[in-house]
């Protein structure tokens, strides 16, 4: 990935943040047929440090290459900026468009886990974290017993524990002030979900520079 240094994120918090807010990843493989993609939540445990290791499950049929090199990418809120935005663009034109997004690369070597054990207490562990938000949270338990071990016997666990993690934070600051607040100032006009995170991101990062 490509990475100037004003865009880079090296607070490993930070990225963590991220994955642990957006999980749904494109998992990026390498095998005997070429490079494939798959799009997969991967939830992490912050051991071993600094990184973690990313855990989740794909369908067996699934050709997903054991041991092999993958790159998880976790992709967070994004905005295309116009350069209407920019005060520069009254006082020079000298503007163009540029889209802003945020993005974590986690790179490592993938393990497939066949332990039913483990893939029981993986299940157990995504259901509770992702039903708690609903009045009636749903349980692995509320389904028949029988028809949770055959679908169990259907899937495969991964672990990728993170060998390298790498952030980009693409929040206009390489823009002079004056245009970051124009950016921060429209994004809140636009008003969807993205484009009011990428506004706070780029307020914070207006923030930072200051000091």
Not at 87 to 95: I, L, Q, W
Not at 119 to 140: C, I, V
């Amino acid at each position: 990935m490509y990475l100037p240094e004003h865009f880079a994120e090296t607070e490993i918090e930070v990225l963590h943040q991220l994955i642990r807010a957006r999980p749904l990843c494109t998992l990026v493989t390498l095998s005997s047929n070429g490079i494939d993609a798959n799009h997969i939540p991967l939830y992490l445990s912050p051991e071993p440090a600094p990184f973690g290791t990313l855990r989740g499950h794909v369908s067996r049929a699934n050709p997903i290459p054991d041991g092999s090199e993958a790159l998880a990418i976790f992709h967070g809120p994004q905005s295309y900026v116009t350069p209407s935005w920019y005060p520069a663009k009254a006082e020079t034109g000298k503007v163009v468009p540029t889209w802003n997004y945020v993005v974590v690369h986690a790179h490592g070597k993938l393990g497939l886990v066949e332990d039913r054990a483990w893939l029981r207490a993986h299940l157990q562990s995504l259901t509770d974290r992702n039903e708690a938000g609903f009045p009636e949270p749903w349980k692995l338990e509320d389904a028949p017993s029988d028809f949770t071990e055959k679908l169990i016997g259907g899937i495969v666990g991964i672990e990728l524990p993170i060998s390298r993690l790498i952030g980009k934070w693409k929040t206009s600051q390489n823009q002079p002030e004056g245009n970051r607040a124009g950016v921060a100032c429209g994004l809140r006009e636009c008003g969807t979900p993205d484009a009011l995170e990428m506004a706070d991101l780029v307020e914070k990062a207006c923030r930072k520079n200051r000091n």
